[in-house]
């Protein structure tokens, strides 16, 4: 266990080292010069090469990446124009928000978590749990139901659900509010009123490929010799459906759902957008749009971290769900 | 007088152009002034510079009043801003030398805001400045505003830390495009600029080498706003600026929500414009502008005192339009924008072809494609209308729809082929595939050349570029001939790249007047500009004059006070209320 979760940290530093330099890459490629941005009018080549070095951005490629770098773990002192010291974490100065990158991600992080962490859960109680009664009552009206619930969730886009459930709900009803964030710590009950019609609209669409995977993953594992085995030694039904089969179940389920949570921190851009919530991904389209590179670094890293931690959670649940496997 | 505003206002005309073609929508509805005239004067009675402003009608106090908008606002350091959103916000927390009395319905007078007068020409000749600070105007936490603080406010624009923001003072007073080598802000913090002297606490002195009559208006932007030495944060006053105005700042999270709270310290009778009617400004980014929109239909709760900043998306143009009981939510009036198809006169240098196209232009369907009259209106002069002694004419009378036979009279048997660049997105594709169709009835042979969005704003500002024709934006940074007609048509300035004559119209004759309208008194400027507006036209015709944008956005029904501000074309706070 020891030794593939040391296996699996390396990897993910190279990973990330890969991902910090390809982002780092993006940023130059893009064909808008965030220094134009900046100086709006009249602006002579000389200036803008001032402007250029005031944010840093005429050092070389590799020293504006390993100085970025260094930030992160032992702090760096940034020119006048980029706030002076910065203490590390540094994920550098914005010079389009005109503030520390970190207080940026300490401020969009809380939002992104909070709505995708209790739309998760929701979404795999929702979609195992269809999934599993539909495999339970195969052919029933029930079935039936839930496998035209998840089939209308998977052809259906965010943006269209979240549309329409804001006009019905939150604009004609009245029912809901207009989708907001409230820290949980400082009002429970408005972080979750503010919160819910995305956490439903993530739950549906989500839902859907949990319920349909769940359905054929048990349906497939009551056919196996070992439920047959344990059904003829006399076991009860919820044993063997709940302690047996689900367990058999749900390995692949946690492989996607963990991928699936990962990506979603990473970056629910289209979900924040909708509902006017600034997360961690509205906070990335920004960056990309205004050619902002230290939010944009900092955004990709922390997206491309959630992920890779997603992963190697779900390698080690595995070991737990499933006894067959033993990592080493 | 921006490129970059040009470049904002053509990134939210090509939105409002996407969503505008598919409904193509023609009612005119709400509030709108589209006849509004502009006339424009610089006050010279110093009664109109005092305080208070006149009582809005209807108006009360209390309340919050909302603003919705889908991004946040660039900057709010007085020194950095030049964005329309910015422009318009700051006035509820900076006071400038001078501002804009502004009645809504084109009736505008520059009046002096720190300042007793909208400023002295000493000598007459433009080039030594004197501003007198009124009593009584203090900052946020109870300092007296002195010429000083409003000196270091001038300076600190030099810094070269602090980007964003105009520089047309700074260059003034240095002499020299460099002015952040030609005075080192930082190296210099305790002195003032070269040029700018404070005599005493009360005295402001700008002493220029050239004469710049326009001082009074550069003065109305953000930039001369006051800043205590003591209190300067450098780059992080941007997110927390000192107020000078009838609001402060009290909570500010980038890109999520902004509020403003009364001033105490702020003291209605010196100020001639504002107003303090809502207990606060509550500024919410984020909601896209459909959601924003769809609130305002919805019309409840807090939404009721709201704003939507953004124009409203064609996609409920159609309903909004067609609802006659939201005609009251409804600010809508043309703009200062205007774009023009401009003519690369070094490669057309033929003037009847650039007549021709004149002729040819169907401006009646251009619009159409827009979205209709709640997008574009049609314009066939150079200055926008709502330009300070604008006078209407149309140098080449075709009617709405072009006159494709005049103009291939004018051709004489010629069929010119021409490259008209225009930006990649759907809705400029859309414009290109439009004007091509239009102009081939006349007998041009038009090829239309994508071109990368980003780039082309510094594409065609390339004097060598390979385009004949274009679409371009203006949006002048105060309503006078003086920051549109020589920034556009000056030849004198024409340089390897970064452009803004874009016609590359070098022509000495007019240029030479240009001298001349401009060393005269501002007050006395307006017609001649016109004058020449009408001359370049038909003696050079260096562009074809297409439309200004329309203003069309949506508030709660019991949002008050709300106006189409007449310099930059965007909703005005200043006699915002919320309605009992």
Known sequence: MLRFLTRRLLSAVLVLFAVSVLSFLMFFALPRDPVTAMCPKNCNPARLERVRQELGLSDPLYQQYVGYMKGIFVGRDLSSALGGHCDAPCLGYSYVNSEPVTRTITRVLPVTLSIVLPAAVLWLALGVGLGMISALRRGTLLDRLAIGFSLAGASLQLYFVGAVLLLVFCYTLHVVPVPHYTSIWSNPLDWADGLVLPWVTLAFLFSAIYARLSRAQMLETLSEDFVRTARAKGLSKSTVYGRHALRAAITPIVTIAGMDVGAALGGTVVTETTFGLQGLGRTVWDAVREGDLPTLMATVLIAAVFVVVANILVDVLYAFIDPRVRLR | MRRRVAAATGCLLALVMTLAACSKNTGQHGTTDSNRKLVGVIATDPKDSQGPAPEVTGASKGGTFYVLKSAKISHLDPQRIYSFVGLQAAPLYARTLTTWKDDGKGNLKLVGDLATTPGEDVNKDCKTWKFTVKDGVKFEDGTAITSKSIAYGIARSFDADLTGGPTYIQEWLANSADYDTAWDFKANKASLPPGLTTPDDKTLQFQFAKPHCDLPFAASLPFTAPMEPAKDTGVNLD???????????????????????RNPNWDPATDPVRHQYPDKFVWRFGADRDSADNRMISDSGPDQTALAWDDVSTSLMAKVAGNAALSDQVLTSPTPSEARLSINMQRVTDLSIRQALNYAID????????????????????MPPSTIGYQAYDAYPAGKTGDPAKAKEVLAGKTPSLVLAVMDDEQDLELGTQLKNNLEKAGFKITVKPVPEDSMLDAVGEKNNPWDLYISNWAADWPSGASILPPLYDGRGIKDSGNNDVSYMNDPAIDAEFDRVLAMDPAQQGPEWAKLDQRVMKEIAPAVPLYVDVRYVLHGSKAGG???????????????????
């Open chain 2, 239 to 261: 997110t927390q600026p000192l107020a000078s105005g009838p609001y402060k700042v009290t909570k500010n999270v980038p890109g999520v929500e902004l509020d403003m709270e």
């Open chain 2, 363 to 382: 401006r009646d369907d251009l619009i159409k494609t827009l979205g209709g009259a709640n997008v574009a209106e049609p314009v066939t002069t150079l």
């Open chain 2, 562 to 580: 709300l106006y189409v501000g007449s310099v930059f074309g965007y909703p005005a706070f200043t006699n915002a209320f919320v309605k009992s």
